[in-house]
């Protein structure tokens, strides 16, 4: 049989959509995929990649032998080959990946192995020896579609993608080498990895005398301050973009001025990685500016609105990187006057954004504005075109590496899966066991009396939360959430009875994870503790009316529920069925929510809302989705910035501006608190307070968290080690972690800030007292070297 039958074809079957047609500012994806699948027998297993090719939309060819494999091979240039290594009678697995990777075509591709299960009485296997061959990765056999379907599309995301970035590199330096401005790149420690040859030309060296030198080691010019470099030097290291003029020495000595612009690059871990600088002879813009002075005096001869035309268009001249060639031909002013008409039908558009506002009145500022102005104008565009507009800069504390691990792992959804390992989400105590074997707490009035003299403390923010623990043997929510729900009169508000209330409260809580050391139902009491303290201050309580108080109460006790004690980005990396479902998005907070209602409303017994009215029932649904979704970490300073730009700073100047009137004050500062938009702003800040306040309780309960979420930590490094994942936070290694370091970072990154707005807000001095004191004594243990909880005992 020839090869050319041995391959059968299946196309794809799938609509590109307008979001796949355009992956950022250059397509790096090929559509459809090509799947080549190498298997000598037909069987459920190749058949089971068949079908998920034709889920996912890829094109997907079979052959049967080696030959035809490679011939098949080198026609379509497959971006995935699939080799069937279970079966050596029929041909080496090892052998055919070989063949394919001695090809030119193979260098872009992903090459899976499908190997068979190991005896559960029998050694797992090492992968070095397929990798050796020449294998990306290995696929234990499974001929569910389903399996199938997913290995494919972690691929496309994950390797295929990055297949796809390598190939766009070559375009983009072909880009760099054609660049008329003179641009270098160098590494994280200053050492020159890349200068095109318009840097070449400008500077008199050829690149050869450049790759591989620190910067330190080129001559300098000595037309600069003093104090320049080390500017510029602090400037990109805190991850922030330098311009401005800077003389450089060129090979021959001279000096030459330019106009830098240095642009940090941020990789993996949100650490810096590379710094780019684009330099192009100051003169070039001097003349320029010279040259529009020259203009603007014929501003007789031409309309106003011409000379403001015309300055824009010089000052756009010389800010383009590449100038086209065609810029020049005869039919450069059709091409304008197309472009200037799109851009007058964008304008005209009657469905605007906010920010599609704020850019038009600062693209119409840029048009009378000095060239130095519309310059600075044309960087604030650039910052309001990014989609990461409230979060900081992840490199600006890059000598911490605490701060670093803290961030990247908190504020990320993790890095693409690197192994074959999956962690498969524990299903909770209440998951396997009937309802009738939850023991029904008993009424607030029949609380043991032990527990009842511990809950009157509820109110004072010192109230300790592990006595009620170890009293209630792990179950502080239950009987915390009955005393304080009373308070509240949220049974009245809900329509339900305490004995629902009370059942509601025990399956809550049965589905937290007694065995987390962190993230399990004394957490979730502790935040409703401090929810519902805050909600008893005065200006949070005017601000708030009563579903919004039920909604913070719920959604504190319902925050973290079915926790397993990883972080999302663990969750992302392993594969995990969670990440699958929420597309590796708030893949926690999006479980916890989803799972309140749903145990919530699978039983009459302990469904609190069931005798609500529906409209009602919608809106604290959604209050509690929002609040619950507020807790996710990757938009911490969106929250944190928009709560202090709407609130904090409207009431300050209401403050200043009517110190005279304090009837008006307090009326301004009622309208601006209690408007829709900004109560939901105080109810996120109230719970994301309230979630990681541990750092403003007393200090020994303030010990006892920290050394809760370490161990946390610690046990989830362990598990990515045993996995062979990413160390998504590597400083927390329980043999060389120092926990005061990494509560001195979380505290000054996280904390601190959020805090002070805070209290401005919900006037908490006693809560800024113990922050102030914690934060010392971390302080103090840190300079005595100790990376313990406590300092050791005096000899």
Known sequence: MSASTQLLSNGPRREVSAAEERLGPMRLTQEPIQVLLVFAKEDSQSDAFWWACERAGFRCNIARTPESAVECFLDKHHE???????????????????????????????????????????????????????????????????????????????????????????????????????????????????????????????????????????????????????????????????????????????????????????????????????????????????????????????????????????????????????????????????????????????????????INIINAAQESSPVTVAEALDRVLEILRTTELYSPQLASKEDDPHTNDLVGGLMSDGLRRLSGNEYVFSKSALHNMSQSQLAVPVPLNDIPSSIAELLNEEECWEFNILELEAATHKRPLSYLGLKIFSAFGVCEFLNCTEATMRSWLQVIEANYHASNSYHNSTHAADVLHATAYFLRKDRVKGSLDQLDEVAALLAATVHDVDHPGRTNSFLCNAGSELAILYNDTAVLESHHAALAFQLTVRDSKCNIFKNMERNQFRTLRQAIIDMVLAT????????????????????????????????????????????????????????????????????????????????????????????????????????????????????????????????????????????????????????????????PPSQ
Not at 231 to 238: G, P, Q
Not at 257 to 285: A, L
Not at 302 to 318: A, M, P, T, V
């Open 80 to 358: 995935i080959v699939i080799i069937d290594g279970r079966h050596s009678r029929y041909f080496e697995a090892d052998a055919v990946c070989r063949m394919i990777r001695v090809t030119k075509p193979s260098e872009h591709t992903v090459i899976l192995a499908v190997m068979p299960q190991t005896p559960s009485d029998q050694e797992e296997p090492s992968v070095l020896p397929l990798l050796s061959a020449g294998f990306s990765r290995r696929y234990l056999e499974n001929s569910s579609v389903s399996a199938c379907y997913n290995e494919l599309i972690q691929l496309e995301h994950g390797e295929v993608r990055a297949q796809f970035k390598l190939r766009a590199c070559n375009s983009v330096f072909t880009a760099l080498e054609q660049c008329q401005e003179a641009v270098e790149i160098s590494s994280e420690d200053h050492v020159i990895q890349y200068v095109n040859p318009a840097f070449e030309k400008m500077m008199g060296y050829h690149r050869g005398e450049l790759i591989g030198k620190e910067l330190t080691e080129l001559p300098k010019s000595d037309k600069n301050s003093a104090d320049l470099l080390d500017t510029i030097n602090t400037c990109i290291k805190k991850g922030k973009e330098w311009q401005g003029i800077y003389f450089s020495r060129r090979k021959s000595g001279d000096s030459i001025q330019q106009y830098v612009r240095i642009t940090p690059v941020i990789g993996q871990g949100g650490k810096i990685r590379h710094f780019v600088s684009i330099k192009r002879p100051y003169t070039d813009n001097h003349r320029q500016v010279h040259k529009l002075s020259k203009e603007e005096k014929c501003c007789g001869e031409h309309s106003q609105s011409e000379c403001n035309s015309l300055r824009h268009k010089d000052r756009r001249k010389e800010s383009v990187d590449v100038r086209s060639i065609s810029s020049h031909s005869s039919d450069a002013p059709s091409l304008q006057n197309r472009r200037y008409s799109s851009m007058a039908r964008i304008h005209s558009m009657t469905i605007e954004a906010p920010i599609t506002k704020v």
């Open 632 to 791: 996710e970490m990757t938009r911490h300073f969106e929250h944190v910035n928009k709560f202090v730009n709407s609130i904090n700073k409207p009431m300050s100047a209401i403050e200043e501006n009517s110190s005279s009137s304090e009837g008006s004050d307090c009326e301004g500062q009622a309208s601006i608190r209690n408007s829709p938009e900004n109560r939901l702003l105080i109810k996120r800040m109230l719970i994301k307070c309230a979630d990681v306040a541990n750092p403003c309780r007393p200090l020994e309960l303030c010990i006892e968290w920290a050394g809760r979420i370490s161990e946390e930590y610690f046990a989830q490094t362990d598990e990515e080690k045993r996995q062979g994942l990413p160390v998504v936070m590597p400083v927390f290694d329980r043999n060389t972690c120092s926990i005061p370091k990494s509560q001195i970072s979380f505290i000054d990154y996280f904390i601190t800030d959020m805090f002070d707005a805070w209290d401005a807000f919900a006037s908490l001095p006693g809560l800024m007292e113990n922050l102030a004191e914690n934060y010392k004594y971390w302080k103090n243990l840190d300079e005595m070297k100790c990376k313990s909880l406590r300092p």
